[in-house]
């Protein structure tokens, strides 16, 4: 195992990582990342270099069940994205040649009958929004009203759910309790979902209680275990585009594996207090600035990502990580995690993390300072 003290690395990265798309001519401003999808900082980490399993690859989208708008701005309406995701199949764009953003009056729902796989594509150019005052998608297998179709809907295979080259802003799950709530930009239980070239910006959930997660995303009951893959995607990566949460301000699950490649994290935070159990007198929460992950046996795999600038008010400023039966494990691999301060607690040793697994953190090629 080698963990790097050397900021060398995270300096390097820092510079090539984050880097913003838009430029300021000095005549006008720099495009706003929160209305412009090809503004702000790029999805993934470009130095990360970890391999994609075949699992994790893009989904092939080019034969549409559903495009949404008839080649201008106006046309992509958040009425016609919430239709397309009710019918399933595969969703692209037609917006016109520009970068356009979509706000969403109403959550976007899957109906669990209409995969068996469920791709959203937005081509780079899609910014779903959810106004500040909506969570922007939703797919729960075990909500009746979105249909049952196993007698198992906590483990099962389908709807198979694949975001890509899209960016979720202002998403908002506050309040939102159907199991558990969270997940501002994205909640799923059941079935499977994956995350490719995406970006995640401004999204909340909850700011205060003990398990409530997910400014960006909440997952639960992934069938058969399988990891959920977040691949060359980027939560927060600029001051003042992190999302946030009681708890895990990018991720959040409860027994979710998740493999996360060559991918940034920054500037997201977990704004609970009291932590978990919570402490007599507090609301709870407060851990996993950037990642927060509960349960018993699952893992978290760490390739090729740049973790920086997080912050959590309790343990973790980058990862949380409890499992509490120690059957979990934790590997970071090719990674750097960075400035990730822990007002409460963490493991020491392990600068901006907190674990509790099957053994300390196995550590390869990384810095972590």
């Not at 046309?75 to 970068?99: E, M, N, Y």
């Not at 709807?159 to 799950?173: C, E, I, M, R």
Request: net charge neutral; hydrophobic share 30%; proline share 6%.
């Amino acid at each position: 195992m080698t963990r790097t003290r050397s900021g060398g690395t995270a300096a390097a990265l820092l510079l090539t990582g984050l880097v913003a798309c838009g430029s300021d001519s000095g005549t006008s401003p720099p495009p706003d990342p929160l209305t412009n999808s090809t503004a702000g900082p790029p999805a993934g980490n470009a130095q990360g270099g970890c391999p994609i399993p075949a699992a994790a690859q893009l989904e092939v989208a080019a034969t549409p069940t559903t495009v949404v708008g008839t080649g201008t701005a106006a046309s992509c309406t958040g009425d016609a994205v919430v239709g397309a995701v009710a019918r399933g199949g595969v969703i692209t764009f037609d917006c016109g040649p520009d970068p356009v953003t979509i706000t969403l009056r109403e959550t976007a729902k899957v109906v669990n009958d209409t995969g068996p796989k469920i791709i959203i594509d937005g081509g780079g150019k899609v910014t779903l929004s959810g106004g500040g005052k909506v969570r922007i998608l939703y797919m729960n297998t075990c909500d009746q009203a979105q249909k049952y179709t196993t007698t198992h809907c906590q483990n099962q295979d389908t709807p198979q759910l694949t975001v890509q080259n899209l960016t979720f802003v202002d998403g908002n799950a506050a309040g939102q309790t159907t199991d558990g709530g969270g997940g501002g930009a994205i909640f799923d239980r059941g079935g499977q979902l994956k995350i490719i070239n995406s970006r995640f910006f401004n999204n909340v959930c909850d700011p205060t209680g003990q398990d409530v997660g997910g400014g960006a995303v909440r997952a639960l009951d992934q069938y058969n275990g399988m990891p959920l893959y977040v691949v060359n995607s980027t939560f927060g990566g600029k001051e003042g585009l992190g999302n946030q949460c009681s708890n895990g301000g990018g991720l959040s699950s409860i027994g979710v594996s998740y493999t996360v490649l060559n991918s940034v994290f920054s500037y997201n935070s977990a704004i609970g207090n009291g932590a978990n159990p919570k402490r007599a007198g507090t609301p709870g929460g407060g851990s996993g600035g950037a990642i927060y992950n509960d349960g018993n046996t699952f893992k978290l795999t760490l390739c090729g990502n740049l973790i920086n600038n997080n912050r959590a008010n309790e343990g973790g400023g980058a990862i949380f990580f409890v499992s509490n039966d120690r059957t979990g494990s934790l590997l970071i691999q090719n990674s750097t995690l960075q400035s990730n301060p822990s007002a409460g607690f963490e493991t020491a040793g392990f600068p901006g993390i907190f674990v509790l697994a099957s053994g300390p953190p196995q550590v390869t090629n990384s810095t972590i300072q």
